[in-house]
């Protein structure tokens, strides 16, 4: 049988109170009476109920935010963009980066509940969905920013994803490249990428080659070993579609190692608009998502949620912008020189 908040207090002589205040850490006790609790609960392997101690009622003005990986540019804008608007609604924003770990996934929900959020903000495609569903469940305000997951049923505030790669497909075909690789990351933005690359050659009347569609994880570091492979394997593109700015970046670190020249050489889009975008030599071709907008809309939903004002399985969708820059070319300019 499963250890109750009830045996803890009897097995350490306390009130029920009393060990309510020591898996909340909140009010004032003895230390000595708080390690005794401690103790207790570890003798019988009592594990709390975390969504339980959420559910006081008690408004904490604060709010939860996962994301996958704060060191991306993308996401630590994006973090940025709310807090900022959370401060604006007078409230405070706990940040935590998942790194897509299962073990980081559950140890962060269940820290945000002690600290008895009032509403979460998921930017991280989560690996145990389950977890979601009983924050769901039990009426804990969620919304998904970035990561579309219709069976949740929750707000959802992110960027067409399918146009995003539509476009970005279809600008390079009409620059003249017929061979096109993209490098998708392993999340739901990026299928969805991957299906508008795949329309936009249907539609141009252009094949693709399902060896030309890579999978990573985004950092500068797996953009150019993606880069490496097709290279060493004599499958160099005239054009690659990132669908992401650090990934873009490491396309274009890799082709220089190899001797390349972006764009004369090599055509590259990323995806974001990160702020290194502008950074890079050449400055990058990307194709934007409105960050500012999408973090002021998503604290301004989860706060209606929040004040009771739900309006479940919502799904607010941005429009992405193509921003040419440096990094592309037409075809016809490398066959002139």
Known sequence: MKTTIYDVAKAAEVSIATVSKVINNTGKMRESTRLKVLKTMKELNYKPNVVATALTGKSTNTLGLLVPDISNPFFS?????????AHEQGMS???????ENLEKEKK?????????????IVASSFKDKELLKELIQNKIPLVMLTEDDPALGVTTVSVDDYKGGFEAASYLLSSGHKDIAIIAEKVQSSRMRIHGYRDAHDAAGVSYSEDLILRTTASIENGKSCFESLYDNGRVPTAIFACNDLIAIGVIRGAKEKGLYVPEDLSVIG?????????TVPALTTVAQPIAEMGKKVVDVIVEEVKGHKKLGERVLFTPRLIVRETTSLLENKDLA
């Open 77 to 85: 804008e994006m973090a940025r963009t709310i807090e900022d608007r």
């Open 93 to 99: 924003v706990i940040m935590c980066s998942t790194d």
């Open 108 to 120: 962060y929900l269940e820290l945000l509940q002690r600290k008895q959020v009032d509403g979460f």
């Open 271 to 279: 995806f974001d608009d990160t702020i290194l975008s502008t950074t």
